[in-house]
């Protein structure tokens, strides 16, 4: 797939990196300074929905900047310019709903690092698409780094051949503990309550059991979900066969509210996992946040997180089947 489209213009953004053939970020600007504002675009996304929807599955990562796409209500007119349909985000972040079908990306301290997953990962229906709006670009750092998964997986195989196929084959287990309610003092601090919509908790075990987990209640009212059998690696259609390490095992290993091992018990290496995590941060590509950028994510082929930033910083999010 050429890129041709007089809709837009091809642009450039610091950090960018070509990943076998296809710069990421491809950055998309207004093809004429008159054409910024954001009836303008979105006409050109109705006007371009399948090509642009290939281009996100063909590059990963789309950014769009020098629009004047201004609060939640214009972003939210972009996200609905496509028809996705919308996929209730279920996690460990803090969110609060914002407009229609925008949310705040998370309510934690902008001072922890974020680390690197696909979206809802461990749970049974994840978002294909992911778009990301910044409102208010940090003063400093609070980038949303991104990994092409394949890539991950490919450097793993060599590295580790026999024990990645083996990870593979058996499968993993994870378990990740949660309070009844919301700590925002925590990146993880989403409390079951509020990812399960419900303080009953025959509900939210069964409400869990719909989303590929289960329940082990804690004396302090908390809860321990334990989730697997889950694939180390997935390949997805339209993604050229790619292996993508579809897995949350360096995020979750050996922390304090959660473990990661394999499907039967076995503990995984943990040099293994220490390699995987620089492997990762090698493969990481970033740029800094611009006031109005709008960024569309394949979750099915790209790892995100965020950096630490000074505040203030406002990125909403908006995540699509
Ligand atoms: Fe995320």
């Known amino acids: 797939m050429e890129f041709s489209c007089k809709d837009f213009k091809v642009g450039k953004c610091q950090g ?38 290939q281009l996100i599955i063909k590059t990963g990562a789309v950014l769009l900047r020098g629009f004047d796409v201004k609060n939640a209500q214009d972003f939210n007119d972009i996200v609905e310019a496509f028809g996705w349909d919308d996929i209730r985000y279920v996690g460990p972040a803090s969110r609060t709903h914002v407009y229609k079908r925008v949310w705040t990306a998370n309510e934690g301290p902008l001072s922890e690092f974020i680390y690197y997953h696909h979206e809802m990962v461990l749970i049974k229906e994840y978002p294909k698409i992911l778009l990301l ?71 939210a075990g069964r409400r869990a059991k719909a ?14 979900a334990i989730l697997g059998p889950r694939s180390l690696t997935k390949v997805f259609d339209g993604r050229k066969g790619r292996r993508m390490w579809f897995n949350t095992v360096v995020g979750m290993h050996g922390k304090e509210l959660s473990s990661a091992l394999m499907a039967d018990g076995t503990e995984i290496p943990e040099k293994i996992v220490k390699r995987c995590e620089e492997i990762i941060e090698e493969e990481s590509i970033q740029f800094d946040w611009e006031k109005g950028d709008v960024l569309f994510f394949d979750n099915l082929a790209l790892l995100h997180g965020r950096k630490p930033a000074k505040p203030p910083r406002r990125v909403l999010v908006a995540t699509c089947k």
Request: net charge negative; glycine share 8%.
């Open 133 to 203: 709006f910044c409102e208010v670009p940090p003063p400093e750092g609070g980038q949303t780094p991104f990994v092409p998964s394949f890539r991950v997986t490919e450097r793993m195989l060599e590295e580790f051949p026999e024990a990645v196929e083996d990870m593979d084959a058996k499968g993993l287990k994870y378990t990740f503990t949660a309070l009844s309610k919301n700590d925002t003092s925590s990146m993880r601090g989403r409390g079951w309550e509020d990812a399960f919509g419900t303080s009953d908790r025959a509900e």
């Open 16 to 53: 960018q990196k070509l990943v076998d053939g296809e710069t990421m970020p491809l950055v998309l600007q207004p093809p004429e300074a008159d054409k910024a504002d954001i009836e303008s675009l979105l006409l050109a996304l109705k006007t371009n929905k399948d090509w642009f929807e």
């Open 211 to 224: 989303l590929g987990m289960d329940l082990k209640w804690q004396p302090n009212g908390g809860v321990k």
